[in-house]
């Protein structure tokens, strides 16, 4: 089970359609529970795997929020990002290394990915899934399967 520390005031459902609205897209429901619960923070466990050639891994550094911290703000986020990751996909968090964890906003693809920036196109071109690998079905998956690395 996840636990989520380091949250943030919970957000309202004007604050989520206030930002469906600048984004013009429909946020999942379990990820708009989520906001509403915990409004970003950071889960324990934090591990998560995702598949590419080789089956790979990272962590949750900090869950995205609607407020305004400059580390996990999720407008600013979104808005820093909208160019260079595919379309139709929101950042919802980042790990250590500055990759993103991104999920589809399209109703028949909520699913959630990493996406890998030492890979990511070039200034001008449009963003591919070329550097997106896929982690789970949906958010409420992604949370429920992180898990704590042993070393």
Do not use: C
Not at 35 to 42: R, S, T, W
Not at 61 to 66: N, Q, V
Not at 117 to 134: I, K, R, S, T
């Amino acid at each position: 089970m996840v636990a989520i520390i380091y949250s943030k005031t919970p957000a309202t459902l004007e604050d989520i359609s206030d930002f469906e609205k600048k984004i013009n897209s429909t946020l999942p429901s379990d990820y708009k529970d989520f906001l509403m619960k915990y409004n970003g923070g950071q889960p324990q466990p934090n591990s998560f795997r995702f598949f590419s050639d080789r089956n790979d891994a990272s962590s949750v550094d900090r869950f995205l929020s609607l407020g305004k911290e400059k580390n996990s703000n999720l407008l600013r986020y979104y808005n820093n990002y909208q160019d260079r990751i595919p379309l139709g996909f929101i950042p919802i968090t980042h790990d250590a290394g500055g990759n993103l964890v991104i999920m589809g906003l399209k109703t028949d693809n909520n699913k959630v990915y990493f996406w890998g920036h030492e890979f990511e196109v070039d200034e001008g071109e449009q963003p591919n899934m070329d550097n997106v690998h896929l982690i789970s079905q949906s958010f409420s998956i992604f949370l429920n399967d992180l898990y704590e690395e042993v070393i």
